[in-house]
Antibody, heavy 119, light 110 residues
Framework: EVQLVESGGGLVQPGGSLRLSCAAS????????MHWVRQAPGKGLVWVSR????????IYADSVKGRFTISRDNAKNTLYLQMNSLRAEDTAVYYC????????????WGQGTLVTVSS | QSALTQPASVSGSPGQSITISCTGT?????????VSWYQQHPGKAPKLMIY???NRPSGVPDRFSGSKSGNTASLTISGLQAEDEADYYC??????????FGTGTKVTVL
């Protein structure tokens, strides 16, 4: 059974940093592209970042470019999101999601971790 | 990248059919067959319902179907059931090699 479990969320002050983790199990993690998607309270889904299977290629939404860094450790079956220079508008539930097999979609999602940026 | 446009809400009675539209541009929905649809119940993670415009993952009921014409994709739920009440989001790959979601549609079963 595919499982994605996020952790690392919490309350952080504006300008602060936080690192999210997503532990993957039930599939060969190193074969899949992975994403981070966020959802502000009461709002819609917003794609944040994607990393290819070997970690060699990454891409970001304009709203987080230069502040967030996606990475992965295939030996530990774990995806990361390093978030720096956090702003109030980064407050959201952050989901990790797996990219589909031979297609482009988000076929499995974690339960999400809440990040709150507030003083 | 602007969000794809969806109606804020759609409603129907049990057994009826409803359709949710998802309008983008030639740089996303119109340019690729990588349109997918997600169902999200309150407090839960999204669930993939349709991929590549019209394909259903294993386990998704066949009352869910997808289509696309030009820059607009659509999700149809036939034989609406109480458990279909949820938020629905479309998503598309884009010409910038990134991804965009729709604004979301709240489906209410009357």
């Amino acid at each position: 059974e595919v499982q994605l479990v996020e952790s690392g969320g919490g309350l952080v002050q504006p300008g602060g940093s936080l690192r999210l983790s997503c532990a993957a199990s039930g599939f060969t993690f190193s074969n899949y592209w992975m994403h981070w998607v966020r959802q502000a309270p009461g709002k819609g889904l917003v794609w944040v970042s994607r990393i290819k299977s070997d970690g060699g290629s990454t891409i970001y939404a304009d709203s987080v470019k230069g502040r967030f860094t996606i990475s992965r450790d295939n030996a530990k079956n774990t995806l990361y999101l390093q978030m720096n220079s956090l702003r109030a508008e980064d407050t959201a539930v952050y989901y990790c999601a797996r990219d589909g097999v031979d297609t482009i979609d988000f076929d499995y999602w974690g339960q999400g971790t809440l990040v709150t940026v507030s003083s | 990248q602007s969000a794809l446009t969806q109606p804020a809400s759609v409603s129907g009675s049990p057994g009826q059919s409803i359709t949710i539209s998802c309008t983008g541009t030639s740089s996303d929905v119109g340019g690729y067959n990588y349109v997918s649809w997600y169902q999200q119940h309150p407090g839960k993670a999204p669930k993939l319902m349709i991929y590549e415009v019209s394909n259903r993952p294993s386990g998704v009921p066949d009352r869910f179907s997808g289509s696309k014409s030009g820059n607009t994709a659509s999700l149809t739920i036939s034989g609406l059931q109480a458990e279909d009440e949820a938020d629905y989001y479309c998503s598309s790959y884009t010409s910038s090699s990134n991804y965009v979601f729709g604004t979301g549609t709240k489906v209410t079963v009357l």
